[in-house]
């Protein structure tokens, strides 16, 4: 089991828009995510929505990017020092742009999570983000895709899946039709993944995740 906590100290890193993260504010807001609270987003990006966001809802915000470090060893300090300033005991990873470093997904193991705007371990990896995803997934002639949540390990993608929902893809559907058909699921999935966490309610197995109470 990921040890039930007290209540959930969530960091949020987002590099753009920030609409998940906002998703996520609005089911805490609105009780559907009990024990838990933002405590911070990151971005490496300075202009990122999701920073604005945060303000706006006096959430704490931190522009980190390596570029203002002199090694990926000092960033990599200064992020874990962050978190544990602010006793943050889950990742949630939302549209974050940057890989993340080993010693950082050790320190929280099964406790970083993403989302991803695919049914991994389809359409995943180098390149795979944004609308390129929605354009491999027209390209390939799939009937269905979806959105899947799933812990953050060493490699790309490919983390142990905590939570996946289908999407149909139709004939007439855009790259652009889809990514909004898929980002409505995703604004849905990934609090239901992370009300699972503040219940105590994942186990991790190796490549398996199961969902109960132990
Ligand atoms: C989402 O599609 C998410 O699945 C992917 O990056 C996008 C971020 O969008 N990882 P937003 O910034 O949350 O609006």
Do not use: C, W
């Not at 890193?13 to 089911?27: D, T, V």
């Not at 303000?55 to 931190?62: A, S």
């Not at 983000?129 to 895709?145: L, P």
């Not at 999407?167 to 980002?183: C, F, I, N």
């Amino acid at each position: 089991m990921v040890n039930p906590v007290e209540g959930l100290h969530i960091a949020v890193f987002a590099s753009g828009r920030g609409s998940n993260f906002q998703a996520l504010l609005k089911a805490i807001e609105e009780k559907r995510i009990p024990n838990a609270e933002i405590v911070l987003v990151m971005s490496n990006n300075s202009d990122a929505g999701a920073l604005e966001v945060a303000r706006e809802h006096n959430i704490p915000t931190l522009h980190l990017s390596q570029k203002q470090f002199a090694t990926e060893e000092e960033f990599n300090r200064a992020l874990l020092q962050m978190l544990e300033n602010h006793d943050v005991n889950l990742v949630a990873l939302a549209g974050y742009m940057k890989r993340l470093h080993a010693s950082v997904i050790q320190r929280y193991r099964n406790r970083i999570i993403n989302i991803h705007p695919a049914l991994l371990p389809g359409f995943s990896g180098k390149g795979m983000f944004g609308v390129h995803v929605h354009e491999a997934v027209i390209a390939s002639g799939v009937k269905v895709t979806g959105v899947t949540v799933h812990i953050v390990d060493e490699e790309y993608d490919h983390g142990p899946i905590v939570l996946q929902r289908a999407v149909p893809v139709e004939d007439h559907d855009s790259p652009e039709t889809l990514a909004a058909r898929v980002l409505k699921v995703e604004h849905q999935l990934y609090p239901e993944a992370v009300r699972l966490f503040a219940e105590g309610k994942v186990r991790v197995n190796g490549r398996r995740v199961y969902i109960g109470q132990d």
